[in-house]
């Protein structure tokens, strides 16, 4: 922030110091200029005066008109000694000081000739001499008349400005050195600035940090009564608040796990008294009569249910308090997923379900053998009683880094928002829809943390009318970490290839549907 601030203020800085630099030097310049041009014209008019009168008053018959104007033209260059004299004659220019005619320009050339009066140009100044530079000057030009002749003779006073170049030269350097230490002193009082207010954000930043990894004491320190000290003010406040209100959910989960917890447990006695006069009532059902034995049935199968429905409360309970914890073997997790398949055939074959397992024929893998075969009972019955008596697929591979297993129906299905929704507890897509299998609701919810104790993934992909599918996928080894699956999330990637421990095939995700006569 302070780097990207600084940058922005000297960029800004520069461009103005530069618009600026450029307008004061042109000022200047134009104000050296115009007074050299003032300076030049008054010089050559005086110039020009006096030497229309020293030449109205020489003789010419004593000696040459030429070398009359030569003589002038020496003289006066060399009383002023701040221009050069160029005298245009018929025969050729007369020239003082080694100057080149060619400094004058052909427009003044041009204004003289064509009437009288004291033209200026801005000229370049160019010497007979080629090793001399040349430097920029001020052309004044006008018309000198000698006694007796019908004609005027073309005479340009031409003035270098080497010294005003110079001015300017160092008008210039003073301008950039100024503007360097401007930029310099800028960048640097903006770095401290910045860094005088950012240094109580960045603590501010690292507060909310600290707060978000859980370190509800954290606070900043408070100094003056600035606008920086009431952010101080402010974020203590909310630390302060945050850590009451967290201090009283944790105490509230607390009691409501404690509580789960001591429900379930106080209700397996009374529960287990209930259970065995259930018992009684079932084993004497023959010398009942048919209302008294269909009650005893019922009786029966709801406290069943209640018993699941404790057991699982006690699971969730375990979850929410992290007393939860794995015991690892190797196992065969197609061994585990074809004994849960054959356990389910009576629950498919009262539904009229199709169950087909496609498994590799070794998939070995670190896990908990009691929580996998729980994962999968759950995934087996829920796809059996959403399938709507269509076939269920069950397919497991394996390649040298995780196990997947995917459990595929072709059911009622879910909307693809509602892929996450499944796994909360007790959440049902259709309320009003029966349970069949007679589950707790508890049953995704336990299958979830069941795979995140594992360190694996278990997902879920859904479409309304084409079913549902669920993937587990558990690595090989407790230590190795997730980077892909071997089978594909959705039927929709099923051409994909899958790699797996004994090479590349390709694995099929529908199968032909068995016969009813042969379950």
């Given at each position: 922030m302070g780097l990207r601030v600084v940058t922005i203020a000297l960029t800004a800085t520069l461009v103005i110091l530069l618009v600026f630099g450029?307008?004061?030097v042109?000022?200047?310049?134009?104000?050296?200029?115009?007074?050299?041009?003032?300076?030049?014209?008054?010089?050559?008019?005086?110039?020009?005066?006096?030497?229309?009168?020293?030449?109205?008053?020489?003789?010419?018959?004593?000696?040459?008109?030429?070398?009359?104007?030569?003589?002038?033209?020496?003289?006066?260059?060399?009383?002023?000694?701040?221009?050069?004299?160029?005298i245009e004659s018929p025969v050729s220019g007369l020239v003082s000081g080694g100057i080149s005619v060619e400094s004058v320009p052909p427009e003044l050339a041009a204004k003289v000739a064509a009437g009288e009066g004291i033209w200026t140009q801005p000229t370049t100044v160019l010497y007979a001499d080629p090793d001399r530079p040349h430097t920029p000057g001020i052309a004044v030009g006008s018309t000198l008349w000698a006694p007796g002749q019908n004609r005027g003779f073309p005479i340009y006073?031409?003035?270098?400005?080497?010294?005003?170049?110079?001015?300017?030269?160092?008008?210039?350097?003073?301008?950039?050195?100024?503007?360097?230490?401007?930029?310099?002193?800028?960048?640097?009082?903006?770095?401290?600035?910045?860094?005088?207010?950012?240094?109580?954000?960045?603590?501010?930043?690292?507060?909310?940090?600290?707060?978000?990894?859980?370190?509800?004491?954290?606070?900043?320190?408070?100094?003056?009564?600035?606008?920086?000290?009431?952010?101080?003010?402010?974020?203590?406040?909310?630390?302060?608040?945050?850590?009451?209100?967290?201090?009283?959910?944790?105490?509230?989960?607390?009691?409501?796990?404690?509580?789960?917890?001591?429900?379930?447990?106080?209700?397996?006695?009374?529960?287990?008294?209930?259970?065995?006069?259930?018992?009684?009532?079932?084993?004497?059902?023959?010398?009942?009569?048919?209302?008294?034995v269909r009650a005893a049935e019922l009786l029966h199968d709801e406290l069943g249910r209640f018993e699941t429905l404790l057991s699982d409360l006690l699971e969730i309970s375990r979850f929410d308090a992290g007393a939860a914890v794995l015991a690892l073997d190797p196992c065969d997790v197609s061994a585990l997923v074809a004994d849960e398949a054959e356990a389910a055939r009576p629950l498919a074959n009262s539904l009229e379900t199709p169950l087909v397992v496609r498994a590799e024929t070794e998939a070995i893998a670190d896990v908990d053998a009691r929580r996998i075969r729980r994962i999968i009972r759950n995934l087996i019955a829920n796809a059996l009683e959403h399938g709507e008596s269509r076939p269920v697929e069950v397919t497991v591979a394996a390649n040298d880094e995780a196990v997947a297993v995917t459990v595929r129906d072709h059911g009622i299905g879910f909307e693809p928002s509602q892929a996450e929704m499944v796994f909360v507890r007790f959440w049902r897509a259709d309320p009003s829809r029966v349970r069949s299998v007679g589950g707790t609701g508890l049953g995704l919810a336990i299958s979830l943390e069941d795979a995140h104790l594992h360190h694996g993934w278990l997902e879920a992909w859904g479409r309304p009318g084409r079913g549902a599918q669920f993937r587990l996928t558990l690595p090989r080894r407790a230590d190795q970490p997730l980077s892909h699956s071997p089978l594909p999330g959705s039927p929709d990637e099923s051409g994909v290839e899958v790699t797996t421990s004994t090479g590349a095939r390709r694995l099929p995700i529908v199968a032909a549907a068995t016969s009813r006569e042969s379950r």
């Amino acid at each position: 922030m302070g780097l990207r601030v600084v940058t922005i203020a000297l960029t800004a800085t520069l461009v103005i110091l530069l618009v600026f630099g450029y307008l004061l030097v042109h000022q200047i310049a134009d104000g050296i200029l115009e007074s050299k041009r003032s300076a030049s014209v008054s010089e050559a008019t005086t110039s020009l005066t006096r030497l229309q009168q020293q030449l109205r008053s020489t003789d010419l018959r004593a000696g040459s008109l030429y070398e009359r104007l030569n003589q002038l033209a020496d003289d006066a260059a060399r009383q002023s000694g701040q221009y050069q004299v160029i005298i245009e004659s018929p025969v050729s220019g007369l020239v003082s000081g080694g100057i080149s005619v060619e400094s004058v320009p052909p427009e003044l050339a041009a204004k003289v000739a064509a009437g009288e009066g004291i033209w200026t140009q801005p000229t370049t100044v160019l010497y007979a001499d080629p090793d001399r530079p040349h430097t920029p000057g001020i052309a004044v030009g006008s018309t000198l008349w000698a006694p007796g002749q019908n004609r005027g003779f073309p005479i340009y006073f031409i003035f270098p400005e080497s010294d005003e170049a110079a001015t300017l030269a160092m008008v210039q350097r003073v301008v950039i050195s100024l503007g360097g230490l401007i930029l310099l002193a800028m960048g640097l009082a903006i770095f401290l600035s910045t860094r005088q207010m950012s240094r109580p954000i960045r603590r501010a930043s690292i507060a909310a940090s600290r707060l978000a990894g859980g370190h509800l004491d954290e606070r900043m320190p408070v100094r003056g009564t600035d606008d920086l000290a009431r952010l101080a003010t402010s974020m203590n406040g909310m630390a302060a608040e945050l850590q009451r209100q967290i201090n009283e959910l944790e105490n509230l989960s607390s009691l409501q796990q404690q509580f789960v917890s001591d429900v379930s447990h106080e209700l397996r006695t009374p529960l287990t008294t209930v259970r065995m006069a259930a018992d009684l009532l079932i084993d004497s059902r023959d010398d009942s009569d048919p209302d008294m034995v269909r009650a005893a049935e019922l009786l029966h199968d709801e406290l069943g249910r209640f018993e699941t429905l404790l057991s699982d409360l006690l699971e969730i309970s375990r979850f929410d308090a992290g007393a939860a914890v794995l015991a690892l073997d190797p196992c065969d997790v197609s061994a585990l997923v074809a004994d849960e398949a054959e356990a389910a055939r009576p629950l498919a074959n009262s539904l009229e379900t199709p169950l087909v397992v496609r498994a590799e024929t070794e998939a070995i893998a670190d896990v908990d053998a009691r929580r996998i075969r729980r994962i999968i009972r759950n995934l087996i019955a829920n796809a059996l009683e959403h399938g709507e008596s269509r076939p269920v697929e069950v397919t497991v591979a394996a390649n040298d880094e995780a196990v997947a297993v995917t459990v595929r129906d072709h059911g009622i299905g879910f909307e693809p928002s509602q892929a996450e929704m499944v796994f909360v507890r007790f959440w049902r897509a259709d309320p009003s829809r029966v349970r069949s299998v007679g589950g707790t609701g508890l049953g995704l919810a336990i299958s979830l943390e069941d795979a995140h104790l594992h360190h694996g993934w278990l997902e879920a992909w859904g479409r309304p009318g084409r079913g549902a599918q669920f993937r587990l996928t558990l690595p090989r080894r407790a230590d190795q970490p997730l980077s892909h699956s071997p089978l594909p999330g959705s039927p929709d990637e099923s051409g994909v290839e899958v790699t797996t421990s004994t090479g590349a095939r390709r694995l099929p995700i529908v199968a032909a549907a068995t016969s009813r006569e042969s379950r």
